[in-house]
């Protein structure tokens, strides 16, 4: 039996691992490249023939784990795409936005090729899928719950268990043979959540594995203490009312936006924040939370008293939702107010028309709430670059920009640990994924001192045998 990393080796984006045990084919997760030569990477040949692919195993909805599941589909997959329901919906609004992104993009490459007669540019930027392409993706899909041992076929058996990421995130346990005929377990943890989170509940334990694939993201890295974090934004957000400046919030539309809300609608409940105007300007984001109402089961103990005690914690006075283009440019004027909007990592959506309008006044908070990819425009924020460019022009950045770790979606180097550490010393190897390069090394060095178990760390489109 073997296992190929075809995506998320050696870097955070992609996610894609290929098993094969000479009767079963399957992939866990089949994501889009992001950051640095992402728009190359998406465009490769899978090192595997989607037709010949059984099942597909997904972990959540992030564009980084679903963004390639059309193209699979297009190139000959038509097997069966495991997920549990909020997974399901959340990744049609994602594939969709994605396939409308690309569609808008192309449109503008084939102006510009016209403009300079340059024919090339339109074969070069084809969008990979369309709308239709998206849809023929969802129609694969097969709902699963937490918890439920499901036996697919003789020989292979899986179990989704809640990985505490976002809403209907799963690890996967699943149990199948070798060619040998040995049973062997492999246990993907997906993106694990940070305990504690809001909205949705810790990641669950699993007690056994022979083999793991581990993710890595902040590997190297305690996260901030969540009260602090929660004082720091709120500081902002007060000092930001007495100046008069805007807050500028670049959020993912899924998970980092809702338990933002939930933060804010905590604030003004109790009264530590007042008259201030919240506006969520990501049409994807609005609707992500509409999906969010949806599945109240799958919130934690604390995001179900609340709703029980009739207080709906994705509203509260003074919170708005711009739908419009023209609702989005009216908030230019606007002055003292908070924004939060897409994209998470800035490289694309409102975000970018806001941070051009308000980067350069010193009035300006930019609060970064998520993890920023190399070679991204919140990365250039973070790491604090005097000038970024925006739409082709130069813009002077002399707002504040904080950088608020404990909002993570992702657990940090102790929770990753602690979550390994539940399966004692059955593993055989942790495959160490998920991380940027020297994190994920480091991480793997830090799991055989500390939890005396192998680790390795796979390069892009490596193969192991799983004895
Ligand atoms: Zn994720």
């Given at each position: 039996?073997?296992?190929?990393?075809?995506?998320?080796?050696?870097?955070?984006?992609?996610?894609?691992?290929?098993?094969?045990?000479?009767?079963?084919?399957?992939?866990?997760?089949?994501?889009?490249?992001?950051?640095?030569?992402?728009?190359?990477?998406?465009?490769?040949?899978?090192?595997?023939?989607?037709?010949?692919?059984?099942?597909?195993?997904?972990?959540?909805?992030?564009?980084?784990?679903?963004?390639?599941?059309?193209?699979?589909?297009?190139?000959?997959?038509?097997?069966?795409?495991?997920?549990?329901?909020?997974?399901?919906?959340?990744?049609?609004?994602?594939?969709?936005?994605?396939?409308?992104?690309?569609?808008?993009?192309?449109?503008?490459?084939?102006?510009?090729?016209?403009?300079?007669?340059?024919?090339?540019?339109?074969?070069?930027?084809?969008?990979?899928?369309?709308?239709?392409?998206?849809?023929?993706?969802?129609?694969?899909?097969?709902?699963?719950?937490?918890?439920?041992?499901?036996?697919?076929?003789?020989?292979?058996?899986?179990?989704?268990?809640?990985?505490?990421?976002?809403?209907?995130?799963?690890?996967?346990?699943?149990?199948?043979?070798?060619?040998?005929?040995?049973?062997?377990?492999?246990?993907?943890?997906?993106?694990?959540g940070q305990p504690g989170a809001r909205i949705i509940r810790d990641p669950d334990?699993?007690?056994?594995?022979?083999?793991?694939?581990?993710?890595?993201?902040?590997?190297?890295?305690?996260?901030?203490?969540?009260?602090?974090?929660?004082?720091?934004?709120?500081?902002?957000?007060?000092?930001?009312?007495?100046?008069?400046?805007?807050?500028?919030?670049?959020?993912?539309?899924?998970?980092?936006?809702?338990?933002?809300?939930?933060?804010?609608?905590?604030?003004?409940?109790?009264?530590?924040?007042?008259?201030?105007?919240?506006?969520?300007?990501?049409?994807?984001?609005?609707?992500?939370?509409?999906?969010?109402?949806?599945?109240?089961?799958?919130?934690?103990?604390?995001?179900?008293?609340?709703?029980?005690?009739?207080?709906?914690?994705?509203?509260?006075?003074?919170?708005?939702?711009?739908?419009?283009?023209?609702?989005?440019?009216?908030?230019?004027?606007?002055?003292?107010?908070?924004?939060?909007?897409?994209?998470?990592?800035?490289?694309?959506?409102?975000?970018?028309?806001?941070?051009?309008?308000?980067?350069?006044?010193?009035?300006?908070?930019?609060?970064?709430?998520?993890?920023?990819?190399?070679?991204?425009?919140?990365?250039?924020?973070?790491?604090?670059?005097?000038?970024?460019?925006?739409?082709?022009?130069?813009?002077?950045?002399?707002?504040?920009?904080?950088?608020?770790?404990?909002?993570?979606?992702?657990?940090?180097?102790?929770?990753?640990?602690?979550?390994?550490?539940?399966?004692?010393?059955?593993?055989?190897?942790?495959?160490?994924?998920?991380?940027?390069?020297?994190?994920?090394?480091?991480?793997?060095?830090?799991?055989?001192?500390?939890?005396?178990?192998?680790?390795?760390?796979?390069?892009?489109?490596?193969?192991?045998?799983?004895?």
């Amino acid at each position: 039996m073997k296992i190929k990393f075809c995506g998320a080796a050696r870097t955070v984006t992609g996610s894609c691992y290929l098993i094969d045990n000479g009767e079963t084919k399957f992939v866990v997760d089949c994501g889009a490249f992001q950051g640095i030569d992402s728009y190359e990477k998406n465009r490769e040949p899978f090192p595997f023939d989607p037709s010949t692919i059984d099942y597909i195993f997904l972990t959540h909805a992030h564009y980084d784990h679903c963004g390639r599941l059309p193209i699979l589909i297009k190139q000959g997959f038509h097997g069966r795409i495991i997920s549990t329901q909020p997974t399901r919906d959340l990744t049609k609004l994602v594939l969709l936005d994605s396939a409308k992104l690309q569609q808008e993009d192309f449109e503008r490459w084939e102006v510009r090729a016209k403009e300079s007669d340059n024919p090339e540019l339109i074969e070069r930027n084809r969008p990979l899928y369309s709308e239709s392409d998206v849809e023929a993706t969802m129609d694969l899909f097969e709902i699963y719950p937490y918890g439920n041992s499901v036996k697919l076929k003789e020989g292979l058996e899986f179990r989704m268990r809640d990985a505490g990421h976002i809403l209907g995130s799963a690890m996967f346990e699943l149990w199948l043979k070798t060619e040998a005929g040995r049973d062997r377990k492999i246990v993907f943890s997906g993106d694990l959540g940070q305990p504690g989170a809001r909205i949705i509940r810790d990641p669950d334990f699993v007690r056994e594995a022979d083999y793991v694939v581990c993710e890595s993201t902040y590997g190297n890295r305690l996260h901030k203490n969540k009260d602090e974090t929660l004082l720091e934004l709120l500081s902002v957000l007060k000092q930001a009312k007495e100046s008069g400046g805007n807050v500028l919030i670049p959020s993912f539309a899924i998970e980092r936006t809702q338990e933002l809300l939930y933060e804010l609608n905590l604030f003004i409940e109790n009264k530590l924040l007042e008259n201030v105007d919240v506006y969520l300007d990501s049409p994807m984001a609005s609707k992500a939370t509409e999906i969010f109402k949806m599945y109240p089961n799958f919130y934690d103990e604390d995001a179900r008293r609340l709703l029980e005690k009739g207080d709906d914690p994705f509203q509260f006075p003074g919170f708005h939702i711009t739908e419009s283009v023209e609702d989005s440019k009216r908030l230019i004027d606007k002055h003292g107010i908070v924004i939060i909007a897409g994209s998470g990592m800035c490289t694309g959506g409102r975000i970018l028309h806001h941070l051009k309008n308000n980067l350069e006044n010193p009035k300006t908070n930019v609060v970064i709430v998520g993890y920023q990819v190399e070679g991204t425009l919140g990365r250039r924020l973070v790491e604090g670059e005097p000038v970024v460019e925006i739409f082709g022009d130069k813009i002077e950045v002399n707002a504040h920009v904080h950088t608020l770790g404990g909002f993570s979606a992702h657990g940090d180097q102790r929770d990753l640990r602690y979550w390994l550490r539940g399966f004692g010393r059955s593993p055989k190897m942790v495959f160490i994924t998920h991380g940027d390069k020297e994190i994920a090394i480091g991480f793997a060095n830090n799991v055989k001192t500390e939890l005396d178990l192998s680790a390795k760390v796979p390069e892009m489109n490596e193969e192991f045998e799983l004895k």
